[in-house]
């Protein structure tokens, strides 16, 4: 029996850890998507193939926000091995005629998020404070913005793009963008912590405004070696063409992995 559809989700998906694994992240989020592509040219060529791309081809964004059509311009390895994924997709599409599409996919978060990823950081972090068990969470850049959505929107879309009538590229995104400090503010908030910041740069803290503790540093560790600033979908065209359109916003996604956390905790 063969697939009628196949979704590649699998990748070295952690951007930091590209820098320090550059070639396992290019074997298994570059080529292996050729093995999967060639597999499917080979055994299963009537399948629709999936290929989960990244907001991360933009990188050093050259408009605000990012569409299909927006240059790309890498700034890690895990960007660049996705770039090798996203033209081999669009390159078997073309060559091979066999029903391959790119989701351009920006942050998509949720409370299965693995725990090395600043959003899943931060909110297991606020977690464990709200219940003595630390005293602060290290980041890194608390100014970089992201476009932050639910994955199970995500997945939905996912779906929609192997429906379409024709193989195509699309931007999935919430169109909105938030600042690792924002998102630190709603997810301490959301367990009765009210942040303040203090200092700047490197010696910048974010304290409980009641009582003074620390609970945010900022650590030089968790910097990029090339830093991407600002990364918002235009998601238009999935609104458009798909009938798309994200279900869950930014307020209520974090609030949804908090109490998570927090309900994790408390069972554990």
């Known amino acids: 029996m063969r697939p009628d559809e196949i979704y590649n989700l699998a990748a070295q998906s952690h951007v930091g850890i590209s820098f320090s694994m550059p070639t396992y992240t290019g074997d298994v989020s570059g080529v292996g998507v050729v093995r999967l592509l060639e597999a499917v040219r080979r055994v299963a060529p009537e399948a629709r193939f999936y ?4 907001s991360e081809l933009f990188g050093k964004a050259a408009e605000v926000p990012q569409r299909e059509t927006t240059p790309f311009h890498p700034r890690s390895p895990y960007a660049v091995a996705k ?27 949720s409370p299965r998020r693995g725990e090395n990823f600043v959003t899943r950081k931060i ?14 969470v290290s980041l890194g850049n608390l100014e970089a913005r992201r476009d932050w959505g639910f994955a199970g929107d995500f997945v939905e879309a996912m779906w929609r793009i192997l429906q379409a009538e024709r193989p195509d590229d699309w931007v999935v995104g919430t169109g ?14 959301e367990v009765g912590i009210e942040l303040a910041w203090s200092g ?38 999935a609104r458009r063409e798909l009938g798309w359109v994200p279900k869950v916003g930014f307020e209520e996604l974090v609030r949804m992995m908090v109490d998570a956390d927090v309900k994790a905790l408390g069972s554990s």
């Open 176 to 189: 909105e963008d938030h600042s690792v400090r924002e998102f630190c503010e709603l997810a301490f908030a």
């Open 83 to 109: 770039i090798y994924a996203y033209w081999a997709t669009i390159n078997y599409r073309e060559a091979h005629e066999i029903f391959a599409a790119n989701g351009i996919l920006f942050n998509h978060e």
């Open 51 to 54: 290929q989960a791309s990244s």
């Open 123 to 136: 909110t297991r972090a606020v977690a464990e404070i709200a219940a003595g068990r630390r005293d602060w």
């Open 200 to 237: 700047r740069g490197v010696d910048e803290v974010g304290l409980d405004r009641a009582t003074g503790a620390k609970r945010v540093v900022v650590n030089p560790r968790y910097f990029r070696p090339a830093e991407v600033d600002l990364l918002k979908a235009d998601p238009s065209k």
